[in-house]
């Protein structure tokens, strides 16, 4: 089989790539520009509106949209009709916004779907690289609980969908305990050797902020969602242990990996 991967120079894509390739499995990756491309793949060099060249002739896809807005979706995978597809999503795509959009329109094109929907990734921890390396971070919500994934976790259980019977399912896919924000900064400090303390930061600052980086609206949301994981933390899920055989990752290992 081939499988073409999207995002194959981002953070989950490059390990669903070089998955594929020890498993004995050719890959074709999408890329934007070919100088990052990973190397001993097919490469195939466009934008994510486009799948047409990329898609033809392969049997799954790896798909991810790095849009805050679905706008173009339906368009983007048409060219992904009756293929295996298995989408990078997020738990909230169950209350729609831009991740229930994409599944609805990959489920109009293919009934082999599969939707890993994440809590959220780790990787996001990255953005504080500099402030925690200054001892400081600064944001809202530090007591919001949240169960962070390893990217290596969305590879394991994207590789296991893309080379198995796995059609229609949704996965939860989650890290192995959810944890305050304020300690995932205390656990990469002491990752680093550098002691990190999280500091609260006002909520208008925040959303002023958040707006310009992702427009006001996804900003309102994710505050709110934030606010909402004080009182009641994301779930746990036992989808990575079940279909990949293995236990999630630990945030603590994640920062250790990262930050040491
Ligand atoms: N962060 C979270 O907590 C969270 C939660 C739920 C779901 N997700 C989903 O996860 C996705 C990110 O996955 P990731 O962490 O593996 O990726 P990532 O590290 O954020 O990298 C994004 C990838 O997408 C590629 N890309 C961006 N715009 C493109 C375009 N117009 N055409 C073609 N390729 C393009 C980038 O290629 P270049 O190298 O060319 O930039 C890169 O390979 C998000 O888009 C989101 O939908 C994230």
């Known amino acids: 089989?081939?499988?073409?991967?999207?995002?194959?120079?981002?953070?989950?894509?490059?390990?669903?790539?070089?998955?594929?390739?020890?498993?004995?499995?050719?890959?074709?990756?999408?890329?934007?520009?070919?100088?990052?491309?990973?190397?001993g793949v097919d490469v195939v060099r466009g934008d994510i509106t486009d799948l047409g060249e990329a898609a033809e002739g392969v049997d799954a896809v790896y798909l991810l949209w790095p849009f805050f807005d679905p706008k173009g979706i339906e368009a983007a995978v048409e060219p992904l009709k009756g293929k295996k597809v298995v989408y990078l999503s997020a738990m909230s795509a169950e209350h729609g916004g831009v991740w229930g959009d994409?599944?609805?329109?990959?489920?109009?094109?293919?009934?082999?779907?599969?939707?890993l929907r994440v809590?959220?990734?780790a990787t996001n921890a990255l953005g504080w690289a500099e402030q925690i390396r200054n001892?400081?971070?600064?944001?809202?919500?530090?007591?919001?609980?949240?169960?962070?994934?390893?990217?290596?976790?969305?590879?394991?259980m994207a590789v296991k969908a893309l080379t198995s019977d796995h059609a229609r399912q949704t996965n939860l896919v989650t890290g192995p305990e959810?944890?305050?924000?304020?300690?995932q900064v205390r656990l990469i400090g002491v990752a680093l050797g550098t002691p990190a303390v999280w500091e609260e930061q006002p909520i208008a600052e925040a959303k002023t902020e958040l707006s310009r980086q992702m427009g006001a609206e996804f900003a309102a949301s994710a505050l709110g969602?934030?606010?909402?994981?004080?009182?009641?933390p994301e779930p746990v899920s036992l989808d990575v242990v079940r279909?990949?055989?293995?236990?999630?990752?630990?945030?603590e290992d994640w920062a250790r990996e990262h930050f040491s």
């Open 243 to 251: 279909v990949t055989g293995h236990p999630a990752r630990a945030f």
């Open 119 to 121: 809590t959220g990734l």
């Open 102 to 115: 994409v599944e609805n329109a990959v489920r109009k094109v293919t009934d082999d779907w599969t939707f």
């Open 178 to 183: 959810a944890i305050t924000q304020a300690e």
């Open 1 to 39: 089989m081939t499988v073409l991967v999207t995002g194959a120079t981002g953070h989950t894509g490059r390990h669903v790539v070089s998955d594929l390739v020890d498993a004995g499995v050719r890959v074709r990756v999408l890329v934007r520009d070919t100088a990052k491309a990973p190397e």
């Open 135 to 156: 001892g400081v971070v600064r944001g809202p919500y530090g007591q919001a609980k949240r169960s962070l994934v390893h990217e290596r976790d969305v590879a394991d």
């Open 225 to 232: 969602y934030w606010a909402s994981l004080v009182e009641e």
